[in-house]
């Protein structure tokens, strides 16, 4: 399995990014896609998620009505859509799948990808 995450950078805040995560060689059993974020000097920190099959998805309390995850499955894509950015968020940003768990249970998510950072100002 490989992960591939793009669309990190700068912005100011208020402003808006498009994180992208390029998904290979998924097997079976594999049925959750996450973003995960993680701070200098903070834990980790579970995002959005969706399932692959039937998009439910979860959000952070933190992130909701800001950003929204979404999945291509015909391009093998998994997207985070930012809006309303703010210092806080940033933070370096990393895609994950696993199984069906996972989506609640972050402690499954079984492969990772490099990440991207984010930065908001």
């Known amino acids: 399995v490989q992960l591939v995450e793009s669309g990190g950078g700068s912005v100011q805040a208020g402003g808006s990014l498009r994180l992208s995560c390029e998904v290979s060689?998924?097997?079976?059993?594999?049925?959750?896609i996450g973003w995960f974020r993680q701070a200098p000097g903070k834990e980790r920190e579970g995002v959005a998620a969706?399932?692959?099959?039937?998009?439910?998805?979860y959000y952070a309390d933190s992130v909701k009505g800001r950003f929204t995850i979404s999945q291509d499955n015909a391009k093998n894509m998994v997207y985070l859509q930012m809006n309303s950015l703010k210092p806080e968020d940033t933070a370096m940003y990393y895609c994950?799948?696993?199984?069906?768990?996972?989506?609640?249970?972050?402690?499954?998510?079984?492969?990772w990808g490099q990440g991207t950072q984010v930065t908001v100002s």
């Open positions: 994950a799948v696993g199984p069906a768990v996972a989506c609640v249970v972050h402690s499954a998510y079984k492969f």
């Open positions: 969706i399932m692959i099959v039937g998009a439910t998805t």
């Open positions: 060689g998924i097997t079976e059993g594999t049925n959750c």
